[in-house]
């Protein structure tokens, strides 16, 4: 089950580490930076801003990094209610870990020159191809296409969601919805740690670009649990 109050502290934790990591990649790498200055142009040419540029992508970075971990959230969810075959981040137990290890691998035995910037570039391309799932990975809108992190720090988010319990060895954030609301569960937690990590960034205001809101993530009514698996609506691996 969903510990809320521990898991959006810990996601604040990831957002202001992805905006730290995300700025100095911005200063350091001028091809990374220049995309984000012609579309802060853009903007100062319509007087949609007044804003100076550091400014406006401090505030840019914020909605990437609160991008890039909500899709992260996104995926676990899936992975932890058998929504999708494939692990690629995490799963209920040590083996779910296991087994998404093993897909990272694959991935970088056929990319030998990426980092995991591009590997969970790779998941959520891989999980926006999955029905019912384009809107909220919707590359014109969602701002995580706008800027990647660097390798280190993608390495360190794709760990982050692998933190195991000591005792029991099970990751320490666990999405599973026994009652099978998942829309509605899935709805709270996304919403709640987009406001919660809004309040705490204080005078920075968090504007993140409209993406699909989980009323548009279809969902069966609740089955019940002795229904094989097989028979429960999902996202078939035959979509990947």
Known sequence: MID????????????TTLEDDLRSRCDAE??????LKTRYDEARARNRTALTYKAWREEELTNVAVAWVLACV???FLEDNGLIDTLHLAGTDAAGVVR????QIVFFR???????????????????ALPSMAEFFDRRHNPLWS???TGDASAALVNFWRRADPETGRPVHDFADPDQYHSRLLGMILAGAKNTISKNLGSRTLQLREVAT???????????????RHHRHRCSKDAY
């Open 100 to 103: 998404a290890r093993d897909q």
């Open 74 to 76: 996104f995926v676990r």
């Open 147 to 149: 800027v990647g992190p």
């Open 214 to 228: 989980p009323t548009s993530f279809h969902q069966p009514r609740p089955v019940d649990p002795a229904t094989p």
């Open 30 to 35: 001028p091809t990374v930076d220049a995309p």
């Open 110 to 128: 056929e990319h030998p020159l990426s980092t995991e910037r591009e590997y969970l570039e790779h998941v959520f391309t891989v999980t926006a």
């Open 4 to 15: 809320s109050k521990e898991l959006l502290e810990d996601l604040q934790r990831e957002v």
